[in-house]
């Protein structure tokens, strides 16, 4: 039965260039670390729970809440020059559109392993595709990673080189890598990633969290009532 939502979503499936005329009420962009602190396992969890999420019954709700349609947008990260599609623009019309979606970040095999934490070209990269996006009343990125930026310049940097007007950026920490340590992760999301109206910041306590995490974040961020009516730079009060 899946298998066939899925053949159904992919034959009527919207894409950017068929939203011109539509009016969307956000352009989103996820964001996805796999840089080399992301081993094998820790992606399956990720990849599998970014899966999970993007299907739960609270997410979906929160994608048709609206006659408007969500547009999505997924890529991988890691270092300077390797940011790759794992889905490109689409409009989320249809629990099918997002079984789709879903699908097809199931079956993506990691684009890189090797490379380091360049979170400020991740976010320019970001910004390009919004770009190219269809027009929305709202823009957001939303930018996930375990460890701070350690390649090329930082995400201040990135504000300040691309178009960001009007873009909120939100940050989702995996927090508790035995590389970064604990202390050092959620201030700098706070202090350099965070960006625009009604930023707020989400935490995974470790990979086996990133699928509850991830929900409550998309929950928040496609809500139509909530879209940039949120406070500032906010951290969830949930996540400890």
Same mark, same amino acid.
């Given at each position: 039965?899946?298998?066939? +939502?899925?053949?159904?979503?992919?034959?009527?499936?919207?894409?950017?260039?068929?939203?011109?005329?539509?009016?969307?009420?956000?352009?989103?962009?996820?964001?996805?670390?796999?840089?080399?602190?992301?081993?094998?396992?820790?992606?399956?969890?990720?990849?599998?729970?970014?899966?999970?999420?993007?299907?739960?019954?609270?997410?979906?709700?929160?994608?048709?809440?609206?006659?408007?349609?969500?547009?999505?947008?997924?890529?991988?990260?890691?270092?300077?020059?390797?940011?790759?599609?794992?889905?490109?623009?689409?409009?989320?019309?249809?629990?099918?559109?997002?079984?789709?979606?879903?699908?097809?970040?199931?079956?993506?095999?990691?684009?890189?392993?090797?490379?380091?934490?360049?979170?400020?070209?991740?976010?320019?990269?970001?910004?390009?595709?919004?770009?190219?996006?269809?027009?929305?009343?709202?823009?957001?990125?939303?930018?996930?990673?375990?460890?701070?930026?350690?390649?090329?310049?930082?995400?201040?940097?990135?504000?300040?080189?691309?178009?960001?007007?009007?873009?909120?950026?939100?940050?989702?920490?995996?927090?508790?890598?035995?590389?970064?340590?604990?202390?050092? +992760?959620?201030?700098?999301?706070?202090?350099?990633? +965070?960006?625009?109206?009604?930023?707020?910041?989400?935490?995974?306590?470790?990979?086996?969290?990133?699928?509850?995490?991830?929900?409550?974040?998309?929950?928040?961020?496609?809500?139509?009532?909530?879209?940039?009516?949120?406070?500032?730079?906010?951290?969830?009060?949930?996540?400890?």
């Amino acid at each position: 039965m899946r298998r066939w +939502l899925a053949a159904l979503a992919l034959a009527a499936l919207p894409q950017a260039g068929a939203a011109q005329d539509d009016g969307c009420r956000l352009a989103l962009v996820l964001a996805i670390d796999v840089s080399s602190s992301v081993d094998d396992g820790e992606y399956a969890l990720q990849k599998g729970g970014l899966a999970a999420a993007l299907i739960a019954p609270d997410v979906v709700r929160a994608f048709l809440a609206s006659p408007r349609p969500v547009a999505l947008n997924i890529f991988e990260w890691s270092g300077r020059y390797n940011q790759v599609s794992v889905q490109d623009w689409v409009l989320i019309r249809s629990r099918a559109h997002l079984l789709y979606v879903a699908e097809n970040v199931a079956r993506f095999e990691r684009s890189y392993n090797e490379f380091p934490t360049a979170m400020g070209y991740a976010l320019g990269h970001a910004a390009k595709e919004l770009e190219r996006g269809p027009p929305c009343d709202a823009k957001t990125v939303d930018i996930s990673g375990d460890g701070i930026n350690n390649e090329g310049f930082r995400p201040p940097n990135a504000y300040n080189a691309f178009n960001f007007a009007g873009v909120t950026v939100n940050g989702l920490v995996i927090n508790g890598a035995d590389h970064e340590g604990e202390t050092n +992760l959620i201030p700098f999301y706070q202090d350099e990633v +965070l960006h625009g109206p009604g930023a707020f910041l989400e935490v995974a306590q470790g990979f086996r969290d990133f699928e509850r995490a991830m929900r409550r974040k998309l929950e928040r961020e496609v809500a139509p009532g909530l879209i940039g009516v949120l406070p500032a730079r906010g951290v969830d009060p949930h996540n400890g």
